[in-house]
């Protein structure tokens, strides 16, 4: 059985469907393949408790998705809507609390009572970001050109980045260089020293990362975490409606309503190719659908290392592709709950505390510690946790009077995506779920259901290798025009028609859409390119014709 379309989509994330909605809005007849029964890749809502709970199973919170996107797609139209998330609250083990509101004079008293050198120091250091936030944070956008290329339309491309970075004075362009190679413990202790803060704000530099807040690199995650903020965008974070397959959800029915093909359980068992050009994909029950253009927003890793012969690319490219580091430690804990928590050090009923971030991190050297121990092999006795109520928003979440709590918790060892060690993650959970009932007594009796999410059912459930969410780690040498590989970050791949738009490309990390948007952008700029030399080479012929007669 074979069809026809003029793209296919491989992967029903949301990056996947933002290229199929703006492909299929430009008038091309697009077809998407998901390999699993439901739509949404890593930002998806499931139902592990049974259909009263709805679970953001991985990714939980709707971070850079950028509003002309949302504007362009009719989002809102569709059923998107987002509940803007609340101030961070740090309840600690000695009966305090940390809280940073989003009123000036509330949070300048709130890091007072830790340290009155913190509190002068919290303003220039969201300025020296934003300083940073407004270089880097448009680059987030771009397709990246081919730096060292020396090709006419590459050397434009990279004369537009100068043009751009003439903006960066000498001050603004050593401390872009510095935030890019520093750790983010570097960064904080330029400006705090109580162990409330540099704990509570190091967890941004790590999350989701292979590397504690003493690696070089995680300075710039945690900016990549609040770009859109420093950047001036609105509603950078917040709980979308329906947890994060709401997000997918409204993007699958925007694709469907300009003329998007949206299945699943249609895994892709191999890209298709006919001398050096994609001709289309090999699903795995048999099925081909012909098509000149394939978007891949998979694992670099099994784009081309599985679904096509590494023996069809070149050298260079492959071992890029073989060296791409995506290592994790983190571990998702999703629970169903009869009650709210009480936190000894706040007991009211706050909705700004509920309706917050809630982190779980007495120190930066806990965190550090934490990471060193999984380094040497064993998961932390004392993780880290980044916790999410949605369910004080959302009432399609749970039934009345019942909740659901998302723990983003790090780490266990890398090597744990080998294999479940499903105990081990056990034991590890209670640990997690010991530090809530430390600063919550009463939450463990609290607790209905729990799902436990770690790295190796991430890399075979969710095909996030590694069990990395990014795709890749966000550090220096697999960012900006090294991601994925030398020479490709402008969303092309060596295959001609063969296009790459995942999380592991630039402006991916978190759910952004931006690679989805820009891969449309190179896949229409080079059909008009096609058209062009099509017509310059029929013009050439007809000359050539011509002049023998006119002769």
Same mark, same amino acid.
């Given at each position: ?13 949301? *990056? ?10 430009? =008038? ?32 939980? &919170? ?20 987002? #509940? ?39 303003? @220039? ?20 050109? /081919? ?12 004369? /537009? ?59 710039? &995650? ?8 420093? @950047?001036?965008? +609105?509603?950078?974070?917040?709980? $979308? ?30 890209? /298709? ?65 009869? /009650?709210?928590? &009480? ?7 706050? $909705?700004?505390? #509920? ?5 779980? !991190? ?6 550090? !510690? ?8 064993? $998961? ?15 009432? +399609? ?8 709590? +998302? ?58 290798? =590694?069990? *990395? ?14 991601? $994925? ?32 948007? *820009? ?21 050439? @012929? ?10």
């Amino acid at each position: 059985m074979t069809g026809h379309a003029d793209v296919v989509v491989i992967g029903g994330g949301h *990056n996947g469907l933002v290229a199929a909605a703006y492909l299929a809005r430009s =008038g091309l007849q697009t077809v998407v393949c998901e390999r699993r029964d439901v739509i949404g890749g890593a930002a998806v809502s499931e139902h592990p408790f049974g259909p009263d709970y709805t679970v953001t199973s991985l990714s939980y &919170v709707v971070s850079l998705l950028p509003p002309d996107l949302v504007r362009d797609l009719r989002l809102e139209q569709h059923g998107y809507r987002v #509940y803007r998330q609340g101030p961070y609250f740090a309840p600690r083990r000695d009966g305090r609390y940390l809280r940073l509101p989003g009123n000036p004079v509330q949070r300048r008293a709130q890091i007072a009572r830790f340290s009155a050198r913190d509190a002068d120091a919290y303003a @220039a250091y969201t300025e020296h970001l934003a300083d940073i936030g407004r270089v880097l944070g448009p680059l987030l956008h771009q397709i990246p050109p /081919r730096l060292g290329s020396r090709r006419p339309q590459d050397l434009l491309r990279q004369a /537009r980045l100068l043009t751009q970075l003439r903006a960066v004075d000498e001050r603004g362009a050593v401390d872009v260089t510095r935030l890019l190679t520093s750790s983010i413990a570097d960064v904080l202790d330029g400006f705090f020293e109580s162990d409330a803060m540099r704990g509570l704000l190091s967890v941004s530099g790590v999350i989701g990362t292979w590397a504690g807040p003493r690696s070089a690199g995680t300075a710039y &995650v945690m900016l990549h975490h609040h770009i859109g903020e420093t @950047a001036g965008q +609105s509603g950078a974070w917040g709980f $979308p409606r329906g947890g994060m397959g709401g997000v997918t959800g409204a993007l699958a029915r925007a694709a469907r309503m300009f003329g998007a093909q949206v299945r699943t359980g249609a895994e892709v068992a191999r890209i /298709r190719t006919r001398d050096g050009r994609v001709a289309g994909v090999m699903l795995a029950s048999g099925e081909a659908i012909d098509a000149q253009v394939v978007v891949t927003t998979a694992h670099p890793q099994i784009s081309f290392l599985q679904l096509l012969d590494p023996a069809e690319l070149p050298h260079g490219f492959v071992a890029d592709i073989r060296g791409w580091r995506s290592r994790s430690g983190t571990v998702k804990i999703n629970l169903a709950l009869d /009650r709210l928590p &009480v936190f000894a050090s706040y007991p009211e009923p706050d $909705p700004s505390v #509920y309706g917050g971030t809630i982190v779980l !991190a007495e120190s930066l050297d806990d965190v550090e !510690a934490a990471f060193q121990q999984a380094v040497s092999g064993a $998961p932390a006795d004392l993780p880290f946790a980044d916790i999410c109520i949605p369910s004080v928003f959302d009432d +399609s979440l749970a039934p009345t009077g019942k909740h659901v709590m +998302s723990l983003f918790t790090q780490w266990v060892p890398c090597s744990y995506a080998d294999a479940p060690h499903s105990a081990e993650l056990e034991a590890y959970a209670d640990r997690v779920l010991a530090r809530v009932e430390a600063v919550a007594p009463g939450f463990t009796s609290s607790v209905l259901h729990r799902q436990v999410i770690g790295p190796h059912q991430m890399q075979e459930e969710y095909a996030l290798i =590694g069990g *990395n969410i990014f795709h890749g780690e966000l550090s220096l040498g697999q960012m900006f025009h090294a991601r $994925p590989a030398a020479g490709y970050a402008d969303l092309r791949t060596p295959v001609r028609g063969l296009y790459q738009a995942g999380s592991a490309t630039h402006g991916g990390g978190g759910v952004t859409g931006i690679p989805g948007r *820009n891969v449309v952008r190179q896949i229409l700029a080079d059909r008009r390119g096609e058209r062009w030399r099509r017509r310059v080479g029929l013009s050439r @012929a007809e000359r050539a014709v011509k002049a023998p007669t006119q002769s």
